[in-house]
């Protein structure tokens, strides 16, 4: 799953609100995952809004990411399976609807 806690789009925190919750997704992430396991840090990017904002990536199950996100406020997250990229909404409307191919997203 790939999951930001920067404020929510019509929300708008200071940079400094930003950072707090982002840092502490992070350190919930890093303590929820197996030995084995990473996270990784993920910037999305909207060609058609330019809006960029990084996030992170982290093997969770489904439904505990959603539980996180709306824990830090999200109103959606992201999956990938198997190459397939899925967008959700964390409350109840909770639900795999595709995106596209991952991969395809990918800029280095």
Same mark, same amino acid.
């Given at each position: 799953?790939?999951? *930001? ?5 019509? *929300? ?8 707090? !919750?982002? /840092?502490?997704?992070?350190? *919930? ?11 990784? /840090?993920?910037?999305?990017?909207? $060609?058609? *809004?330019? %809006? ?7 093997? +969770? $199950? ?8 709306? #824990?830090?406020?999200?109103? !959606?997250?992201?999956?990938? /399976?198997?190459? #397939?990229?899925?967008?959700? %909404?964390?409350?109840?409307? #909770?639900? +795999? ?7 395809? /997203? +990918?800029?280095?």
């Amino acid at each position: 799953m790939i999951l *930001t806690a920067y404020a929510t789009t019509g *929300t708008s925190w200071t940079e400094e609100e930003n950072a707090d !919750a982002d /840092r502490k997704l992070e350190e *919930t992430l890093r303590a929820r995952v197996g030995e084995g396991e990473s996270v990784q /840090r993920i910037t999305g990017f909207s $060609p058609t *809004t330019g %809006h960029a904002e990084p996030g992170w990536a982290a093997p +969770l $199950p489904f439904e505990e990411a959603c539980d996180l996100g709306a #824990r830090f406020l999200q109103d !959606a997250l992201y999956v990938v /399976r198997e190459d #397939r990229l899925f967008v959700s %909404h964390c409350d109840e409307r #909770r639900a +795999l609807e595709p995106v596209g191919f991952f991969r395809e /997203r +990918l800029e280095r």
